[in-house]
């Protein structure tokens, strides 16, 4: 008797492991694979989602010009939202495609208050403060990609994965709760005099309705040629020398962290007769922890060293360069490529697991550490533009997690783990020197920027009580442009 072919198998090259029983497309089948679809192919939906976020902030974050940033955020809250809840609806075999649908539009939407939370920033901290205000918000944006990904596991390991996306839904329903009762609008123009500044009511029901329904009182009404305006200059801040230089060492430091959350679960869930490390979809979940253990290590770094440094180097003369903002980058030169080359020779040789989660704490390390950093030193060399800097960064470090799913696989089959990560490993240790760069002629290639960037750079910024700049070695820690300011603000 002639045995039937196996149709649903997994692993890696030319010999497959047949999966028995073989499940059926009935989706209450425990066993079932939902959508029919290879593993590779299913990650393109996560392709749609980020396609989502590089390109929502740059449709909608023009809008914050008609109904302002607060109306902004809760609306993009609520689409997230609805999102959220079409994705997991989607169960049929034939669902697929309105799946991916869903993941893009919750992108397109759920991306715009990460990119507006920059000009929070910009309107509640000062210079001396801003290095571990963009560390809390850009790791904690992160922390979400990072962290999430662990729990999901832990849910589905016991739970549908629908229940994933539920997940998300009560904690994006309570973030629209939070934002709708704690959001304030946060904008003041210090060149107005106080007579003409708009007000809001000062009945907390009465802003709410002001901020967000729907928002147009809380700015001024723009021409059409502003808001054009406003749809042009992220693209020419992006080819501004500077960005330039910085989004492409963004590109491989953080998008080389997204392929190795790309091909870990597949590496790691593979049986051990086909290569793989033979982890059950638990293990895989408790592994993503190393990744938790990254983003603390980033809060805590960001805390500890991304105003002290930058300050430290002020000291000298007391005049402050944008560019003292990314000496602390020297230390993501140093973790991404040793990271991804232990990731790659663990895989080439299968060595330990324990090897493979310290190459990836290092890769997720440096690429969350280094997205704080990189985006306050842009800000801050157009400190006017703040969310059109944001949008272009966005896209520079998401590009690289859009297209790697794609090829990522593919490339590993062909070429070995060892080449492929080998030849990334190569590539971060070239894109340091842009950094070098940066960092040795930032101030020249700031004047050849495509759009008006006013930023701080040659302000008195050390000072010591007598108002006279402070020395080298000086314990001095006030922070201001003509004089100290209060000890307390230090």
Known sequence: MALSRQRWTIGRGHQKIALIPQPTDDPKDPLAPYYNRPTTELSYSVSAGIAGLMMGPVFFVPLTSVIGRSSLIFWSLIFTLAFDIWGPLMTGPHDYIPFVLSRMFAGLSGAIPV???????????????????????????????????????????????????????????????????????????????????????????????????????????????HIGRRYVNPFLIGLSPVTLLAGLFTIPIFGFL????????????????????????????????????????????????????????????????????????????????????????????????????????????????????????????????????????????????????????????????????????????????????LIWKGQALRERSLVAGHSEDGIQVVTTDDGRPDGVGSEGNSVSQSGSLPEKLA
Request: charged content about 10%; hydrophobic content about 50%; overall charge neutral.
């Open 258 to 437: 997204i392929g190795l959350g790309v091909t870990s679960s597949i590496f790691l869930q593979t049986p051990v007769e086909a290569g793989g490390y033979g982890f059950t979809p638990l293990q895989n979940a408790a592994f993503t922890t190393t990744w938790w253990f990254s983003v603390i290590a980033c809060q805590l770094c960001g805390a500890l060293l991304n105003d002290r440094i930058p300050l430290r180097l002020a000291r000298r003369s007391g005049i402050w360069h944008p560019e003292y903002r990314l000496t602390n980058i020297f230390v993501v030169m140093f973790a991404s490529p040793i990271g991804i080359g232990i990731y790659g020779a663990g895989l080439q040789y299968h060595l330990h697991f324990m090897v493979l989660a310290l190459g990836q704490f290092l890769v997720v390390f440096a690429g969350s550490y280094s997205t704080p950093i990189v985006v306050n030193y842009i800000t801050e060399c157009f400190p006017e533009l703040a969310l059109e800097v944001s949008v272009v960064m966005g896209i520079y470090r998401q590009v690289f997690g859009l297209s790697l799913p794609f090829f990522i696989v593919p490339w590993t089959e062909v070429v070995g783990p060892g080449w492929a990560f080998g030849t990334m490993a190569f590539i971060t240790v070239f894109v340091s020197f842009f950094m070098v760069v």
């Open 115 to 225: 990119v507006l939370a920059a000009g929070y920033i910009m309107d509640l901290y000062f210079l001396h403060q801003r290095g571990k205000a963009f560390t809390v918000l850009e790791v904690s944006f992160l922390a979400g990609v990072l962290v999430m990904p662990g729990i999901g596991g832990f849910i589905a390991n016991s739970h549908p994965w629908m229940d994933d996306f539920w997940f998300l839904v009560a904690i994006n329903g309570l973030s629209v709760i939070l934002a709708f009762v704690f959001l304030e609008d946060t904008s003041f123009n210090r060149t107005v005099p106080a007579e003409k500044r708009k007000s809001l009511e000062a009945s907390w029901l009465r802003r709410r309705i002001t901020l967000f329904l729907p928002g147009t009182a809380t700015v001024a009404r723009p021409s059409i040629k």
